[in-house]
């Protein structure tokens, strides 16, 4: 929400006064994790103007100007409002977590102060942080080393509106996986007197949350990392800068199973050990009650296995009936009797959901937190009745994942197109009180973690057709404007390509099954591996025309994820070719294997790189090239065969790339609408990027939107609102999408559509499409959505799902195709007409629109 105050802050507001840097003020009742977001501020303050601010606990006796910080009932605050003129804190009085920053001009002197105004502790600190943020200092400059450059002069830029209180109550991230980054990293260069993952690493999490305006955690829990509380250090670092902990979906009451449950494993049943368990959860509680928390409830196996206690469904809901109802208990004993002001949350997960189904009951006050399919697709929206829950809803999501069908835990590659789709609908369905997504080790999930709570923070932020914008501002705010276009446009190509495949999932059968070639043409593969030699090319670049102080930055953020992902192509695919020609073409073999060798070699150096080379040597042991390990094997790639030396030639001899296609444009008519698209047969196929429409109809409230940067090829198109009804086929208040195309060919067609694998808004479990033809009624298509099953992890990993359907005959001539509105939720990304089966390719047909 959009906080407008009647006098706000403007560009005039200078740090320094004559050369000195003007006092922050805090009152010295304010709480702690206040305090400390203002030390940190004056340092920001400092870094960018070279000069540390004094900070203050009374306002100043002399007539100067000042900075001061505090909660809207603050004494100082209190104080200097009442000598304010027209500040309206009313606004933000009783809201959760808003700031308002306003200038207030003064009787005292000629320059005006600075009020940062909070509603609540946290409030303040994300308004501290917003100053530090719009001064200069990026909230990843010690996690990315984004540099700060010095401004002397540097003044407040807040011509855009004060950001007032968030859109999602609860937003924070789950470390996880950490076993390949984060914590060899803490282990060896952060932390090394501790040797692990511990207070240390997690202040400097801490403080990344607040400036990323998020409040929760969700700690480190595998086997190879310490417990969180472990060390009852962490949870008071926690405290003292103002975080609200929590635990995961299979961690309740606030353990960390695999390192805390001290008993035999298979003790950890509440059916054959219920005062045991019980006893380990009232523990926790015992020793954490005075720190914030939020509370998870429910119960899994260890390590995220399945629930032990019961056999059929039936059994396993009545158990976790009992459960709850014990572990509420135990809330209400060590916390207060009113269950209500003690925030709980449910997450139906895996297998839990299908309890859910068959009538769990959760109790009203319990956050409902409704998981993704482990890809980044949100398996069930709140229903009607889910949204009058007095606990709301909420998501888990997934950035990164161990497990089924393959892992992904190297490069983070699920575009913001995608991300923004799943959690808007998300929130217009009633997914409003906590969001957190699965970042594993954190680096290199950076501008993925930042989007995601950015878009907790400020749901209305970006629209559909303007998701990209985040991107440039994200480059614009890390590494200046002059080269901001570039390294927009540079990470939009790396997304667009990583999102056809993920670099860990360049292989196309799964673990412990026979080995099956990529569905890729040549010309495919050779137009993929072109593409990204083409952003390299021009990262590098960018890094040549960037300062030097940006280098260490732009690696990690730029150039590690684009080199990295190409080489990982490069060696998968020559690697193919290689194998292919084994026993036919001993010269072009011999020139394939060179070329896996000298990607492997490239991997190997840019990884090398990124722990030895940035920073003097800070992010050592933090990035690991997938497969890390041989562990885990039944959700991982299997390691790339490099061919030895002997085998392979000692000079690459490049052939030459096909052709492209012919240019159609001046095959299409002449009298195209202006601004219009049309579309024209080449081969027998008419093939549409779907955001590419000719014209759009919208009866009622519903309208077709292009959802920029969702599809495997550029955009996407959905229905929105995300919450509209579902429609029967045929209905006259249906929203359309209609796309002109003429043929050359008669006969019968068909229709193949490229669609996004998303579960429908409605969870009828099937997604719908309505297609018509000219005149005609509308032809049906229904995809069933399973999680699990074959069809579900092709659709995953290729990230799309496919369907056809006979669309009748077609005479030669000019048609109009229509894309019609049933179900919310169905995300199209392309789709071709044809009057032959369409050739085996992976990405389907290009598309044959003409130009105008």
């Not at 730029?558 to 695919?573: C, G, H, T």
Request: aromatic share 10%; glycine share 6%; proline share 8%.
């Amino acid at each position: 929400m959009l906080l407008l105050l009647s006098n706000p802050v403007t560009a005039s507001f200078r740090f320094l006064e004559n050369g000195q840097p003007l006092p922050i003020v805090v009152s010295p009742d304010s709480p702690g994790p206040i305090h400390r977001a203002a030390r940190n501020l004056a340092s920001d303050i400092e870094r960018v103007t070279g000069n540390a601010p004094d900070l203050l606990d009374r306002l100043p006796s002399i007539h100067q100007p000042f900075i001061l910080i505090g909660q809207v009932d603050d004494p100082l605050i209190r104080q200097r409002l009442s000598t304010a003129q027209s500040i309206d804190t009313a606004s933000i009085t009783g809201k959760w977590e808003a700031y308002s920053i306003v200038e207030s001009e003064s009787t005292s002197h000629p320059t005006p102060d600075l009020l940062i105004i909070g509603s609540d502790v946290r409030g303040t600190i994300f308004g501290i942080y917003e100053v530090s943020r719009r001064i200069g200092v990026s909230p990843w400059y010690w996690w990315a080393d984004v540099p700060v450059i010095p401004n002397p002069g540097v003044t407040l830029d807040a011509t855009t509106p004060i950001t007032g209180s968030p859109s999602v109550k609860y937003r924070g991230i789950f470390i996880n996986d950490e076993d390949w980054g984060l914590q060899p990293w803490a282990s060896h260069t952060h932390d090394p007197e501790l040797g692990d993952i511990g207070p240390k690493t997690y202040a400097r999490v801490f403080e990344l949350l607040l400036r990323l305006k998020a409040n929760l955690l969700w700690p480190a829990m595998h086997e190879v990392t310490r417990a969180f509380n472990a060390d009852s250090d962490s949870a008071r670092i926690a405290s003292e800068y103002g975080i609200i902990m929590g635990s995961s979906h299979a961690e309740p009451m606030l353990r960390n199973n695999v390192r805390e449950w001290s008993l035999p494993k298979e003790h950890y049943n509440f059916s054959t050990h219920p005062r045991e368990v019980l006893s380990y959860w009232d523990k926790r509680i015992s020793a954490n009650k005075d720190c914030e928390n939020i509370y998870t409830l429910g119960m899994r196996g260890i390590h995220d296995s399945g629930m032990t206690a019961g056999n059929s469904i039936e059994e396993k809901v009545a158990f976790l009936d009992t459960i709850l109802r014990e572990q509420r208990d135990i809330l209400s004993r060590h916390l207060g009797n009113d269950l209500s002001r003690i925030p709980q949350v449910f997450t139906p997960y895996k297998e839990v959901l299908e309890l859910y189904d068959n009538g769990l009951t959760i109790p009203d006050e319990v956050t409902l937190v409704w998981p993704d399919d482990n890809h980044g697709y949100i398996r069930h929206f709140p229903t009607t009745a889910e949204q009058q829950r007095t606990g709301g809803s909420g998501i888990y999501y997934h950035l990164s994942y161990l497990g089924a069908p393959l892992s992904y835990l190297w490069l983070q590659t699920t575009p913001p197109g995608v991300i923004w789709q799943q959690m808007h609908q998300a929130w217009t369905n009633g997914a409003r009180t906590l969001w957190v997504a699965n970042v594993g080790d954190i680096k290199p999930a950076e501008c993925a973690t930042g989007f995601f709570l950015e878009l907790a923070w400020d749901i209305h932020r970006w629209q559909p057709e303007t998701i990209e914008a985040f991107i440039h501002d994200w480059a614009k705010r890390e590494f200046g404007p002059d080269q901001s276009g570039e390294i927009a446009s540079i990470i939009e190509g790396y997304y667009e390509l990583n999102f056809q495949r993920r670099p860990e999932h360049l292989q196309w059968w799964m673990p412990h099954t026979r080995e099956t070639a990529s569905p890729l043409t040549q010309r495919e593969k050779q137009e993929r591996l072109a593409a990204f030699a083409n952003l390299i090319q021009r990262a590098q670049a960018v890094e040549a025309a960037l300062p030097t102080v940006f280098h260490d930055a732009f690696f990690q953020l730029v150039l590690y994820p684009v080199a990295a992902s190409a080489a990982a192509n490069q060696r998968v695919f020559h690697s193919e070719r290689y194998r292919e020609l084994f026993f036919d073409d001993n010269a072009l073999r011999r020139q394939h294997g060179l070329l896996v060798r000298q990607a492997d070699k490239r991997l190997q150096e840019l990884t090398h790189h990124y722990n030895h080379g940035l920073s003097n040597g800070k992010w050592r042991h933090m990035m690991a090239i997938e497969p890390a390990d041989y562990n885990w094997r039944s959700y991982r790639t299997a390691a790339i065969p490099i061919p030895a030396e002997n085998m392979v030639a000692e000079q690459w001899k490049p052939t030459l790339l096909p052709q492209p296609a012919e240019d159609i444009g001046a095959l299409l008519p002449q009298d195209l609408p202006e601004g219009g698209h049309r579309f024209i047969e080449i081969d027998g196929v008419i093939a549409i990027e779907t955001e590419h429409f000719t014209h759009r109809t919208s009866p009622a409230d519903a309208l077709w939107r292009v959802v920029a940067g969702a599809g495997r090829s550029g955009d996407a198109v959905a229905i929105f609102p995300e919450n509209s009804p579902t429609l029967d086929p045929g209905a006259k208040n249906a929203a359309t999408l209609e796309y002109d195309f003429t043929t050359q060919s008669s006969g019968p067609v068909q229709l193949t559509a490229w669609l996004l694998p998303t579960f429908p808004a409605n969870n009828s479990g099937i997604l719908r499409l309505a297609i018509s033809l000219d005149d005609d009624g509308p032809t049906i298509i229904e995809i069933p959505r399973e999680v699990g099953d074959d069809p579900w992890k092709q659709a995953v990993l290729n990230a799309t799902v496919t369907a056809t359907a006979a669309l009748g005959l077609l005479e030669t001539g000019p048609h109009i195709l229509r894309l019609i509105q049933l179900d919310p939720g169905v995300v199209v990304d392309k789709i071709a007409l044809h009057f032959e089966p369409l050739p085996t390719t992976y990405l389907g047909p290009k598309e044959t629109r003409a130009r105008n």
